[in-house]
């Protein structure tokens, strides 16, 4: 018998581009959104969007980010009525992967016991745990050696969440000697941690 030509398994597959999620906190480590969020986009095969809290949004500008950011003013806005979408619900769909980078010390806390009180932190409760969650913790080194920092990274890493771990380098700011960032960029982090005005 001849294969029909509407069989699904002879119809080429479509292979559409994998989609990653950034989330973005209120650390100062988020000067380098637009660095990552470029470096992503250099990988082919990948669609990215953002979604930031709103302390984040002081440390870059909408502009320099070339893909689709989300906020909370978006979730509200969006709903007006029963069949309209939930942004949250959608985001976490959406999304192969979420990157949350970087995720300051506020967030953590949040995530580590379960509160959603805006878009970013809606999404990480509403994650599927079967796909990847990855985190970037950064703050400084005072806040990063309280006890509490340990207890929560290991709460995020027994839901299944991938810790990249910290480096320490130089403050952009302030009397501290050393800050905690991701790994991703260290190098260039240093420098421009040393150049950046605070
Ligand atoms: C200039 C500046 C830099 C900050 N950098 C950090 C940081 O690197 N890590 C951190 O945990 N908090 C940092 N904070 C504090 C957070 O912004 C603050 O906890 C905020 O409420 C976080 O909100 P979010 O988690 O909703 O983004 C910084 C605050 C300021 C004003």
């Not at 002879?10 to 100062?28: D, M, Q």
């Not at 745990?129 to 080194?141: I, W, Y």
């Not at 991938?162 to 960032?181: F, H, M, N, T, Y």
Request: aromatic share 6%; charged share 20%.
């Amino acid at each position: 018998m001849e294969p029909s030509t509407s069989c699904p398994a002879a119809t080429p597959l479509v292979k559409r581009p994998f989609h990653v999620l950034v989330g973005v906190t209120g650390s100062v480590a988020a000067l380098k959104l637009p660095l990552l969020v470029s470096q992503l986009l250099d990988i082919p095969g990948l669609e990215v969007a953002v979604v930031t809290t709103e302390r984040a949004k002081h440390f870059y500008s909408p502009q320099d980010i070339p893909v689709t950011l989300y906020s909370d003013a978006d979730e509200w806005e969006m709903w007006k009525c029963r069949s309209d979408p939930v942004l949250h619900i959608d985001l976490r769909r959406w999304a192969d992967l979420m990157l949350v980078a970087p995720l300051d010390a506020n967030t953590l806390g949040k995530v580590a016991s379960g509160i959603c009180d805006n878009l970013l932190t809606c999404i990480i409760r509403a994650w599927d745990c079967h796909k990847p969650l990855l985190f970037c913790p950064a703050m400084n080194t005072v806040m990063w050696e309280h006890p509490i920092t340990a207890q929560q990274v290991g709460q995020l890493k027994a839901f299944g969440y991938v810790e990249i771990p910290c480096v320490a380098k130089k403050l952009v700011c302030g009397d501290q000697e050393s800050e905690r960032e991701h790994k991703q960029g260290e190098q260039q982090a240093e420098e421009e941690g040393k150049q950046a005005p605070c």
